[in-house]
């Protein structure tokens, strides 16, 4: 190269770099990032002491205005535009040790200090944390023109994955193997490997787009939203029990049925949370619409005799919150449950503001979970249809309503646990409210205005007794009189004239006496619930008797599935919020009404009820919603997410590794995808990012040994469900029936043991064993081993997360669970019966059955030692082929339970449980 | 904070080993090419060995942050609440009011679990005598404590805030009455690990044929990896969940298929190159050897008649005074924390099992044996030095008989109390023949020396080496501790 080229070639360079430098020089020197530099210092540095829990000498650096405020001293510590005069930083640089600060900590580095100068000289601007920002169309980083180039370009994913690995210096890793990807993707769209014939047809079809011909028929199969439905139920903290004590049965699997239609259906996610959160408020509900809301009550509930019902009403409601946030919002809230959140900008009153939207809701931890929702079955369809029929013949739109309501879910009732000013009464075990000899009850305040009818749902165990209602005071007329008489079987519902008009509202006190109560002590009447209803329409018809009798007989004891829903309270019952001090339920301190924390609403719009919230969170301009759904599918199918910690996008969660990616991403799911779950699944599924193969190299292991970056596939530990639902259909004993009520598949005994909770765990008939994981029972004090074993949670709170261990428990697990033992038996079986030609096929088709690859010379070679070992042991005493085989419809022979040996080491490989 | 950074750093260490890619970055030579088994020592070489000993099993061995006295704990919880006043805390008053209305200064605006309007005072069930150099009052049902309470604290000022069991009790061993948290075994396992590999580091054993209240949370690990959970050991099927092969295996069957599937799982590693398979290696291996290991330490068959006659033990049948034995010989072998439920304390007065003088004696019978034989047996083999041993329920019983509904109850029994009860420590650097706390002349309320459950749960840390202030755990934004944000160590049982 001639010599002048050289010197332009280093002039050229030189004003490059010093163009760059000054660059460089030039942004840092005119701008600090409030986000990216100042607020790390603060969080790790300051805000323990100057911040939301405590405001050392008053100051505060949590929110603007309070950061700019007067202190203690009189004076701000920060003074925009002016650090040298600041106190904030003449404390950094204080020689005293009592006044230096941080406070008896380490001092700041020079670089530190300076960014906090800086800072306040250019007028020591806040902004909002990312997270809180809406989330705006991002620009696609450039494709290079090496890219154009490459044979496969990839998608938009992909682009922003390069960007990253290029700037670290990494490459993508090349497409898995067509058998590898395969697998991969089955067991991340269905939870299971493919139907065999999908299998066959992706591995024939040699074409570009057989790869998405494959994803959309994946997404297409039931089973998508089965498997999808797994991740829901650990966010809804879903369980067949009640949770504490007894942890008696709770059945609530009409909700997890919800949840696999709405997934199948690609029920658009702001419509799907909609639903969950406020189906019940949407004009005249839908029974599906109703099930949905079914999510908040998961919440548990206390039946331990003794129990204050209010209080775990209360713990239930502060659940409802936190779940909110954690699975919906990606957002830990929980801490401004007692004071002001120590790093984000979350007031502790707007706590207990958003508790306001929950707080109304009808159910009190009463025993039978009140509200219900009732589905009829046979004979109560008819009835409810001709019920339904008779009511429209009436011209009272309101009594209409109130009937329908009160049929489909038994509201508006006042449960007898609200009770008070007992006499002879009580509320046994804390559950109902008995009456004895001569006894006195009070309700407070409720409205009888148009009421002409009480219905009582109740038990007697004796006849003759007088139940008589008065208004306010028992010197009053009586409103109400009835007789009654012992009840056969279980509770009873009845109906009584209301015999005055009583308008507004009034405290109903009540009377009980039977002749045939001889003591004091002895039991009267008991009472599940009061109902102060309009007259049953239609009194002037001659069928009016006929209608009416129908309609008690169906509230009574319908034929119905009942499942536990979210309503609101009537009016008069509305409950008032108040802050707790320090988030002691029982200190009520300022009351609040419903309200989203006010950085989230800067025109401080009303938001009323869990409808209002609902718009909220599905409203566009919502900057978490739609990450917090993005990046919770991400790290479904990559076992981690751009951000890592699900549960947290504050400024104490981790940063995202690929914002503009996850802000992309999240644009498209509300924007173009219009909410499509099944959209962006494909969108990711079909990037290179997600195709290519696992291997790591030594590069990529010294460069980016969490592989953050994505220069190879993750490999993953299949979930606790996967494990169950792949060795099940590995061996052809998967029963593919959806829905219904959970079964009991194997379990060892003693797993159940609660107190008072007679119950058993009753294995299910046939192959109703062989269900997948969603279907299993799941007692929250005693749970499915297996599940919690390969990290399950208790489903006692939400779940964002499952940590993933390693433990020998699992290994025990998969070894020794009969469970896993039988399969193994059906799959040596299953390749027995087709006759292979040699041990060294017979082990491969194995092998293939069980990783959907065929195994090497090697892998083939250990295994068969492992079958000759087994075969030779057996051979020597052969009572063994007896004891393995245990079956008595397998014929059985040495070289079955050979190979069954060999086949429990299968399903116990490593490729076989983890994501390859 | 010193010891808060040590347990950050384990923490991110577990996570790393957990989720992540952590073991190649430290340990990146020739991995593939070591034989099994040693797979993993040699890795010692490279490496801080500290921190690769957390970063490849989460349950090794660690130092405690503070010097520590106990290396064990054995925690007997009396599920159900045992009434204090028929046990430890002597109340001649009490006696003297025998059947008389309770005052109304001691019902005004109190909640109870069962007890409705006014209640009749009951007198002790029981008689007392004060036994020891430390003149400790003991009642007729302690017969063999009377010769070990030279060696414990009792604390008789012991309160709590739930009178409802399962609440309670999660209290007692999470910290918080909900669910949802880690429990004390969790968090010492977290922090300290085990010291035998082949065994789980926490085992919960329970009798009386109930899991408590509040079931298995209370063994649960929260929010923490699942790891760290109670493992339940039981006396009937296999001693730790699948821990026997299936029928027809031997021990020659199950050893080559564990050796082929290591083998194999080596040679997806050379494809791989994923540590977390180097990781199921060594698990399976541990599999391998806990088979052996859990069996033998649960066979209470082998020890000698004395001891059996000690205890009060029947080998292959479920009993507490069995469990008793079992954590002997737990903590014997390096189990970190050893938790037992005895179900059946529950002393309500509504039939004969719930009766202070029918069914509650019965209880008492084997509890004292058995308690009692642990001490000296602890003793005499030179372990109570460094096992902690505490006794308790999740809270008392009235001083009043309950009236449940308003009515009297058909036997002699008592309702839960929340306000004062008596738990009491031993070994670890525990303060011998000590009482500590006084009840007013009834036993209703403290009236010094009061103490709560989580000051107990502070005492425990302490003894483990632990600064119940400084052992956190992040979850959902915030560091959370066994002891929230209350608890004060018991210095004056601290010898």
Known sequence: MPAFLKSTGFISISICVFLLLGYFVFIREEKVDYNADVKPIINQKCISCHGGVKKKAGFSLLFEEEALAATESGKPAIIPGDAK?????????????????????????????????????????????????????????????????????????????????????????????????????????????????????????????????????????????????????????????????????????????????????????????????????????????????????????????????????????????????????????????????????????????????????????????????????????????????????????????????????????????????????????????????????????????????????????????????????????????????????????ISIPISQKLDGRHDIVFHFDSPQLKNENENGIVFDWLCFAPSFPGSANKDFKAYQTTFLQLLNKPDAELTPIMMDNPSELKRNTYVFERGNWLLKTKQVEPDIPSIFNPQKNKYANRLDLAKWMTDKSNPLTSRTMVNRLWEQLFGQGLVETLEDFGSQGAAPTHQSLLDYLSYQFMNQDQWSIKKLLKRMVMSATYRQSSVSDKKSQELDPLNKYYSHAPRVRLTAEQIRDQALVICGAINNKMFGPSVMPFQPDGIWASPYDGRKWEQSKGDEIYRRAIYTYWKRTGPYPTQINFDGTAREVCTSRRIRTNTPLQALNLLNDSTYWDLSVKLAKKIMDEKPASIELSISKAYEAATGKIPNAAKIQTLKILYIASYKNISSQPEKTSQLIADSTIKKNKQLAAMAITTSAILNLDEVITKN | ?????????????????????????????????????????????????????????????????????????????????????????????????????????????????????????????????????????????????????????????????????????????????????????????????????????????????????????????????????????????????????????????????????????????????????????????????????????????????????????????????????????????????????????????????????????????ENDQAVSALLIDLKQRGLLDETLVVWGGEFGRTPMQENRDGKQNSFKGRDHHSDAFCMWMAGAGIKKGFTYGETDPIGYNPIEGKVTVHDIQATILQQLGFDHTAFTYPFQGRNFRLTDVFGKVIDPIIS
């Open chain 1, 85 to 493: 005069n600041s106190e904030m930083i003449r404390r950094l640089y204080s020689k005293d040790p009592d006044e230096r600060m941080p406070y008896h900590e380490a001092e700041l580095s020079d670089h530190k200090k300076r960014i906090l100068e800086k800072w306040i000289d250019q007028g020591a601007h806040f902004s909002t944390h990312w997270a809180y920002q809406p989330v705006n169309l991002t620009t696609l980083p450039s494709k290079s023109i090496f890219d154009l180039f490459k044979k496969e370009s990839g998608t938009e994913i992909d682009r922003f994955i390069d960007q990253k690995l290029k700037s670290i210096g990494l490459e993508r890793s090349l497409e898995a193997d067509k058998r590898t990807l395969l697998r991969r993707v089955s067991l991340d769209l269905i939870g299971i490997p493919a139907p065999q014939h999908v299998q066959l047809a992706f591995l024939k079809d040699s074409s570009k787009e057989s790869y998405e011909r494959l994803v959309d028929t994946l997404l297409s199969l039931p089973a998508y939203g089965e498997r999808w439905t797994a991740m829901w139920m650990d966010l809804a903290r879903y369980a067949d029990s009640k949770g504490y004590e007894r942890d008696y049965i709770r059945s609530i699997w009409r909700y997890r049925d919800w949840l696999i239609n709405a997934f199948n259906q690609d029920k658009p996610y702001n419509q799907f949370i909609t639903e969950q959160l406020a189906g019940d408020l949407l004009p005249d509900p839908t029974d599906d619409q109703f099930l949905a809301t079914a999510f908040h009550r998961n919440t548990m509930n206390n039946d331990e005799g003794g129990t204050d019902n209010e209080e775990f009403r209360t713990a239930a409601i502060l659940d409802r919150v936190n779940t909110t946030w954690e699975a919906l919002l990606g957002t830990s809230f929980a801490c401004v449950q007692c004071h002001s959140h120590p790093y984000d900008p979350f007031k502790h009153d707007e706590y207990y503001k958003f508790m306001a939207f929950f707080n109304n809701t009808r159910d009190e931890d009463t025993y039978d979970e009140y509200p219900l929702l009732r589905e009829f079955r046979n004979n109560s369809i008819h009835q409810y249809d001709s019920v339904l029929n008779w009511l429209q013949t009436s011209s009272d739109a309101n009594a209409k309503q109130f009937y329908k309501t009160l049929i489909k879910t038994g509201q508006q009732c006042i449960n007898s646990l609200i009770a008070d000013s007992l006499n002879n009464a009580a509320l046994e075990d804390t559950k109902f409210l008995r009456m004895r000899k001569n006894a006195w009850a009070r309700i407070k305040q409720i409205g009888l205005s148009n009421k002409q009818t009480l219905l009582i749902r109740y038990r007697s165990p004796v006849d003759r007794g007088v139940l008589t209602f008065f208004a306010d005071s028992s010197k009053t007329k009586a409103f109400a009189v009835a007789n009654i008489n012992k009840t056969k079987d279980g509770w009873n519902i």
């Open chain 2, 1 to 365: 904070m010193k010891s808060n950074n040590i347990h950050q750093e384990a923490y991110r260490h577990n996570l790393s080993y957990n989720t992540r890619r952590h073991f190649l970055r430290e340990c990146r030579t020739g991995m593939g090419m070591l034989a099994l088994g040693s797979l993993l020592d040699g890795c010692n070489f490279f490496s801080n060995a500290e921190n690769e000993l957390l970063a490849k099993n989460p349950l090794a061995a660690k130092p405690s942050p503070l010097l520590g006295k106990a290396k064990s704990v054995i925690f007997l919880h009396m599920a159900g609440a045992p009434s204090q006043l028929e046990m430890f805390d002597y109340k001649p008053e009490l006696q003297k009011m025998d059947g008389m209305d309770c005052p109304d200064s001691f019902i005004q605006g109190k909640k109870f679990a069962f007890i409705r309007g006014v209640p009749k005072l009951l007198g002790p069930q029981a008689s007392f005598k004060q036994y020891g150099e430390s003149g400790i009052w003991l009642s007729n049902h302690m017969q063999h404590f009377q010769s070990v309470v030279d060696e414990v604290s009792l604390l008789k000022a012991v309160s709590t805030d739930q009178f409802n069991h399962a609440p309670a009790q999660l209290l007692m061993h999470c910290g918080t009455p909900r669910l949802g948290r880690p429990s004390m075994g969790s968090w010492v396992t977290y922090g300290l690990g085990s010291e035998n590999s082949n065994l789980p580091g926490f085992v919960v054993l329970t009798s009386g044929g109930r899991n408590p209240d509040a079931g298995k949370s209370v063994w649960g690990s929260g929010f923490l990896p699942s790891v760290y959970q109670g493992v339940q050991c039981r006396s009937e099927g296999d001693p730790v969940l699948f821990l026997k092969d299936p029928n027809g295996y031997d021990r020659d069957l199950r050893k080559s298929s564990i050796e082929t599937i290591n083998k194999v799982n080596e040679l997806s590693y050379e494809e791989y190159k994923d540590p977390e398979i180097l990781s199921r290696i060594s698990q399976y291996e541990m599999a391998f050897k806990m088979q052996i290991a859990v069996p033998d330490v649960m066979n209470i068959s082998d020890e000698p008649a004395y001891i059996h006659e000690l205890y009060g033990t029947k080998p292959g049948k479920e009993s507490f005074a069995n469990n008793v034995l079992l954590a002997r010989k737990l903590v014997e072998k390096g189990v970190r924390f050893v938790q037992l439920f005895d179900w059946g304390w529950d002393s309500h007065g509504t039939d004969p099992g719930t009766a202070l003088d029918q069914g509650f004696v019965e209880k008492c019978r």
